[in-house]
């Protein structure tokens, strides 16, 4: 039976701002230094965004974040553009009692431009725009997803969603749930990431469940 989900808010993914992502690290480096970067920003068409700490609207309408802060150019950085946002059930919560609060920052996601809401929604709903995001992830680098596994409840929030990985010569594609990483901490992301290979050894086999999760997170988690 489908999970359900108080509300789910995303804004599809598309080729174009996969190749954009894939790219970052080996795009001309940027300096550290706030007119830099702006002025990066600005010939790529990217804005300051607040809804999560520290990150970027892309052209796309999609939310870029880095542990680095400056993701340009930079072979090192943990990159993760997020496409989508949800707010999972909480089976402590069957009152609905963090509801009104939380609302208020799905209302946030709602509002950026490009991005579409439903309320309620339901585990089939979150999966149906992973598979969409997997579809453009594939369509760009040419190849299906090297592993396809359920997440798990260590990993993000909610619903137990489809985890997918691909790997270029130097980084790891991990598309996903995640935790939100912003400021509130209850919600979860959908996000497409781009992190080094050297964030953990090779990739475990497909039967091992507990040495993917950990391999997944050791890449997704900062």
């Given at each position: 039976?489908?999970?359900?989900?108080?509300?789910?808010?995303?804004?599809?993914?598309?080729?174009?701002?996969?190749?954009?992502?894939?790219?970052?690290?080996?795009?001309?480096?940027?300096?550290?230094?706030?007119?830099?970067?702006?002025?990066?920003?600005?010939?790529?068409?990217?804005e300051?965004?607040?809804?999560?700490?520290?990150?970027?609207?892309?052209?796309?309408?999609?939310?870029?974040?880095?542990?680095v802060?400056?993701?340009?150019?930079?072979?090192?950085?943990?990159?993760?553009?997020?496409?989508?946002?949800?707010?999972?059930?909480?089976p402590?919560?069957?009152?609905?009692?963090?509801?009104?609060?939380?609302?208020?920052?799905?209302?946030?996601?709602?509002?950026?431009?490009?991005?579409?809401?439903?309320?309620?929604?339901?585990?089939?709903?979150?999966?149906?725009?992973?598979?969409?995001?997997?579809?453009?992830?594939?369509?760009?680098?040419?190849?299906?997803?090297?592993?396809?596994?359920?997440s798990?409840?260590?990993?993000?929030?909610?619903?137990?969603?489809?985890?997918?990985?691909?790997?270029?010569?130097?980084?790891?594609?991990?598309?996903?749930?995640?935790?939100?990483?912003?400021?509130?901490?209850?919600?979860?992301?959908?996000?497409?990431?781009?992190?080094?290979?050297?964030?953990?050894?090779?990739?475990?086999?497909?039967?091992?469940?507990d040495?993917?999760?950990?391999?997944?997170?050791?890449?997704?988690?900062?």
């Amino acid at each position: 039976m489908p999970i359900p989900v108080h509300a789910l808010v995303h804004c599809p993914l598309t080729v174009e701002a996969v190749a954009e992502l894939v790219a970052l690290p080996t795009a001309p480096p940027v300096p550290d230094e706030f007119d830099a970067v702006a002025e990066e920003m600005q010939r790529r068409g990217w804005e300051w965004e607040h809804l999560v700490c520290d990150s970027f609207r892309t052209a796309h309408h999609h939310v870029v974040c880095s542990d680095v802060g400056n993701p340009f150019g930079d072979p090192d950085a943990r990159t993760f553009l997020v496409f989508g946002e949800m707010y999972p059930v909480d089976p402590k919560d069957e009152d609905m009692t963090n509801g009104p609060w939380l609302y208020g920052y799905i209302e946030g996601w709602e509002k950026v431009p490009g991005w579409t809401s439903r309320r309620p929604s339901t585990d089939e709903d979150c999966e149906a725009v992973l598979a969409q995001a997997a579809q453009a992830v594939t369509e760009h680098l040419g190849e299906a997803p090297e592993r396809t596994i359920a997440s798990s409840y260590t990993v993000a929030a909610g619903p137990a969603l489809t985890h997918r990985i691909w790997r270029t010569p130097t980084h790891a594609l991990i598309l996903g749930p995640t935790a939100d990483n912003g400021p509130y901490g209850y919600l979860t992301h959908l996000q497409l990431s781009c992190t080094p290979l050297s964030c953990a050894p090779d990739l475990p086999p497909a039967g091992d469940k507990d040495g993917l999760d950990g391999w997944i997170t050791a890449h997704i988690d900062w």
